[in-house]
Nanobody
Framework: QVRLVESGGGLVQAGGSLRLSCKASGSIFTINTMAWYRQAPGKQRELVADISNSGATNYADSVKGRFTISRDNAKNTVYLRMNSLKPEDTAVYSC??????????WGQGTQVTVSS
C-alpha cells in the first residue's frame, strides 16, 4: 500500500510565502513523475507544477517565477515553495505521484488560503 501525506498549508497574507511537502510511503521502488495540483472553489482542478524523476520541471503559466517544485528522491518527498502569493492562489493543493509498478496516487490535500 502506498500513501501520500501533505503538510505545510495554512493562511498567509498576500505577498507571503509557504512551503508544501508531500511524502510518499509504503511499497515503493521508484517514483516517476511527482506533481502538485490545486482546486479552488467552483473551479476545476489544475496542474500547478510537476517534476520528473531526473528533475525536469514544468509550471503553470500563472505560477511561473513565483513557485518552485523540487524533490528528494532518497526521501520520496516532493516540495512546493510558493513565493509572492496572491489571493487567487487560494485553493486545496494536492500532491500526485506516478509510482513504478504501483500506479497513480494522490494525497488528501492541504488548504492554502491567501488573504488580501
Amino acid at each position: 500500500q502506498v500513501r501520500l501525506v501533505e503538510s505545510g498549508g495554512g493562511l498567509v497574507q498576500a505577498g507571503g510565502s509557504l512551503r508544501l511537502s508531500c511524502k510518499a510511503s509504503g511499497s515503493i521502488f521508484t517514483i516517476n513523475t511527482m506533481a502538485w495540483y490545486r482546486q479552488a472553489p467552483g473551479k476545476q482542478r489544475e496542474l500547478v507544477a510537476d517534476i520528473s524523476n531526473s528533475g525536469a520541471t514544468n509550471y503553470a503559466d500563472s505560477v511561473k517565477g513565483r513557485f518552485t517544485i523540487s524533490r528528494d528522491n532518497a526521501k520520496n518527498t516532493v516540495y512546493l515553495r510558493m513565493n509572492s502569493l496572491k489571493p487567487e492562489d487560494t485553493a486545496v493543493y494536492s500532491c500526485y505521484a506516478a509510482i513504478l509498478w504501483r500506479g497513480d496516487y494522490w494525497g488528501q490535500g492541504t488548504q492554502v488560503t491567501v488573504s488580501s
